[in-house]
C-alpha cells in the first residue's frame, strides 16, 4: 500500500528586520538599492552568526573594573570567537556585495579579494585595527602592517567582524560593572556609535557602528567632542516624530535617532539606517558630517 506523502514543510519565517527592509522599499521606492544592499549584507552576518559560538569570557573583575575606571573598552582581541576560515569568507562576500551595488571600485575589489587570499595576510591586519582602534589595551598597540591604501578596508573589516564581535558582546553584556559606562564610545570595542535611539523613558541609547552594543549616554551632549551646551546642539526631526538628527555646532558632527516613544516596535539598526539615508542628506546640507 503507497505511503501518503508527507506533508509540506512550513516555510520559515523571515527575520522581522528583512520584513521591514522590505516593506521600506515598498513605501520608499527611491531608497530601493541601498535596502537591496542593506538586505544582501543582513543575510551575510546572520548566516555567519549562526555558527559562531557564544563564548566564555569570565574577565578578572579587578581587571574589568580598571577598564571601566579608566575609560577603556572591555572586548580584548582574545575575547571573540574568529574563525579565520569563516572571517575570510565574510570578509570576501561583504566586499562582493559593496561592489555589486555600487560602494566598492573593481579595482579595490581585486585588491580586496587579493587580500583575504594571501593565506594569513588577514589575521595580522585584523588584529593590528582591532587593537589600535578599540583601545582596550593600556600600552600603545603595535603599528599594523603596512597595506596599500584602500578606502574602503575599515568599512569591510567593521562589517566582516560584526558577527563574531557581537557574540562577545551577548556574552559580556549583562555584566553590571558596563551599565554606569557614560562615554561617548562603546563600552565593549571602543567603536564610534553611529545611530541611537530614544528609550520610552526619554533616556538615549547610543548604537556601536561595530558590533552594534548600546549604551546610556545624556540626551543633549555630543558624544563625539563631549559639547554639553545645548545652546550649540541643534535637533530636527522628521514630520512624524519617528527619527530625529542631532548636530553638533561644535565639531559639526551629527547622529541620528530613532524616537520610540512615538513607535510602536524597537529600533532596527539594518532598517533604521537606511530608512534615515534622506536626513543624512540634511544634516550634510546643514555643515554637519557624520
Not at 54 to 68: F, N
Not at 105 to 133: K, M
Amino acid at each position: 500500500m503507497p505511503q501518503p506523502d508527507p506533508p509540506p514543510r512550513r516555510a520559515r519565517a523571515e527575520p522581522r528586520e528583512v520584513g521591514e527592509l522590505k516593506e521600506l522599499r515598498a513605501t520608499q521606492p527611491e531608497l530601493a538599492s541601498a535596502i537591496d544592499m542593506q538586505l544582501a549584507l543582513v543575510d551575510v552576518q546572520r548566516r555567519v552568526q549562526a555558527r559562531v559560538p557564544l563564548p566564555w569570557i569570565q574577565p578578572d573583575p579587578v581587571w574589568l573594573a580598571s577598564q571601566q575606571a579608566a575609560g577603556r573598552p572591555a572586548v580584548r582581541f582574545g575575547d571573540i570567537p574568529l574563525d579565520w576560515t569563516d572571517f575570510r569568507l565574510t570578509f570576501r562576500q561583504t566586499v562582493d556585495v559593496l561592489h555589486r551595488f555600487g560602494a566598492v571600485e573593481t579595482v579595490e575589489q581585486q585588491r580586496l579579494q587579493a587580500l583575504a587570499r594571501d593565506g594569513h595576510a588577514l589575521e595580522p591586519i585584523v588584529t593590528a585595527w582591532y587593537l589600535n582602534t578599540s583601545g582596550v589595551e593600556e600600552s600603545k598597540p603595535p603599528p599594523p602592517p603596512a597595506v596599500e591604501a584602500l578606502p574602503h578596508l575599515d568599512q569591510v573589516l567593521a562589517l566582516a567582524i560584526r558577527p563574531f564581535l557581537a557574540r562577545s558582546v551577548e556574552a559580556l553584556g549583562q555584566r553590571p560593572e558596563l551599565t554606569s559606562w557614560r562615554h561617548g564610545y562603546c563600552p565593549f570595542c571602543g567603536w564610534e556609535p553611529d545611530f541611537s535611539v530614544i528609550m520610552p523613558s526619554a533616556e538615549r541609547r547610543l548604537i556601536c557602528g561595530r558590533c552594534a552594543a548600546q549604551w546610556g549616554f545624556e540626551s543633549l551632549t555630543c558624544p563625539f567632542c563631549a559639547n554639553a551646551d545645548r545652546t550649540r546642539i541643534t535637533s530636527f526631526a522628521t514630520r512624524d516624530g519617528r527619527y530625529r538628527v542631532y548636530g553638533c555646532d561644535a565639531c559639526k558632527r551629527y547622529l541620528k535617532a530613532y524616537d520610540a516613544r512615538h513607535t510602536t516596535r524597537p529600533v532596527m539598526i539594518a532598517v533604521d539606517t537606511i530608512a534615515t539615508l534622506p536626513l543624512d542628506a540634511a544634516a550634510i546640507q546643514r555643515g554637519y558630517r557624520g
